[in-house]
């Protein structure tokens, strides 16, 4: 096997997925001797693009920067990875997508509540487009690697697969498949916030009234919420299956499963979904794939909650 050698590069982004990457260099050079690591914003300070067998991108793209390093990482690599949720389908900042650029700097920068109002990033800083876009938006991308940020063992797999000249080994299977909370019917008749009461660390979350979104989420993280005692947010994005199947979507999923689970009634549960869309959706809202279903209706949906929060009832 031939020396390997890597680039990585980051676009707007929360720089976790190179913060993860700290652990994933050990186990990499465990194994495969000839990788060698150029370019990472964490690790060096190599600024240019050297050619490269391999490039890791993070990050979405959100500005002119994004779309220029997304261009000097396609030309210097040889196989290019869209690597974390924000890559792969525009990750959390894809919520920004029903804001205009100048809602976004006056909530942040110039109507903050909660921090002393400070201006908008200078004209040094290229200005936000109107929207946030995955990065096969810009290039082409050759092989997909969700997750916030992907688990090294995924991450691994693929590299090495890649080196090897074979297909990574991939599943398609929800994150429920790795997590042993068992999904029972039970009596539960009311919707529980995250915070409230102190779950059964053996049933399902759905069981218990808890919103969970294994059951809707590809599994590139072996499931460490719910074993732990958090319910999943989804964050590896949807399943294959949601996403390429026009009539299914997480929130009527979710319902159709609580409510044959539980006595909470489905069009509760859709309504309650409907209420927290910028959570439940964000991590692929920047998708075309999820933007072309029901998700057209988040807006209304945003702006139903926010009025009746002004108001200071619930819906
Ligand atoms: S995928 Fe998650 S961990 Fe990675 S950069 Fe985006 S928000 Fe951060
Ligand atoms: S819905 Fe959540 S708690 Fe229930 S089995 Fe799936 S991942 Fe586990
Ligand atoms: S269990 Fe869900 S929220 Fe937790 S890491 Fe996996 S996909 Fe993300």
Known sequence: MGEVTVNTEW???????????????EKILSVLEAVRIQRCPVLTDI??????????????????????AALEMRKACDLVI????????GGPA????????DEIAAAVYLENKTTVPAPPPSKMVSPLESQVSPLDSVVEVDLYLPGCPPHPAFVFEALIALVEGRQPEVNGRSVCAKCKRKMEKTGVETLRSHFEGVPDPERCFLSQGYTCLGSVTIDRCLAPCPGNGVPCTGCAGATMQILTEPNRDIRTEIADRMSRLTRIGRDEIVRSLERSAKSHYSYTMATQMIGNKPTFHIRKWIEE???????GGEA
């Not at 676009?11 to 260099?25: E, N, P, Q, T, Y």
């Open 82 to 89: 869209a690597w974390g949720s924000c890559a792969v389908f």
């Open 305 to 311: 909650e926010q009025a009746d929060f002004e108001a």
């Open 47 to 68: 600024k240019d693009y050297p050619p490269a067998t391999v490039g890791l991108v993070s990050g979405a793209i959100r500005n002119e920067h994004d779309r220029q």
């Open 11 to 25: 676009l707007s982004d929360c720089s976790g997925c190179h913060v993860a990457i700290v652990d994933l260099h």
């Open 94 to 101: 894809g919520a920004g997508n029903i804001h205009t650029p």
